[in-house]
Nanobody, 119 residues
């Protein structure tokens, strides 16, 4: 079992920056990929960015490439998402996720943190 807690959400003006974090606790064994997803108003949950736990390989949604940066600290079991150049369309609830390599393995979600970008 892995427990994930997000923090750092809030209200920011368009063009501004925000950094959200995810703290993981519990059994870290078998985690392969960590990531951020978001659910914008009226839309389905979507991938924002992922990073592999050991190699640090990253993947970004096209809509955030060049603006968002994902990072992790394995020693502290934390993951961050630095968001720059925020747009009102980035408004939503951001969820932390960890999963095993295999789709038949496990996936865990945090409770989400709200990010609101005003125009």
């Amino acid at each position: 079992q892995v427990h994930l807690v997000e923090s750092g959400g809030g209200l920011v003006q368009a063009g501004g920056s925000l950094r959200i974090s995810c703290a993981a606790s519990g059994n870290m064994f078998g985690i392969h990929t960590m990531g951020w997803y978001r659910q914008r108003p009226g839309k389905q949950r979507e991938l924002v960015a992922t990073i592999t736990k050991y190699a640090g390989d990253t993947n970004y949604a096209d809509s955030v490439k060049g603006r968002f940066t994902i990072s992790r600290d394995n020693a502290k079991n934390t993951m961050n998402l630095q968001m720059d150049g925020l747009k009102p369309d980035d408004t939503g609830t951001y969820y932390c996720n960890v999963r095993s390599y295999s789709a038949e393995g496990f996936t865990y979600w945090g409770q989400g943190t709200q990010v609101t970008v005003s125009s």
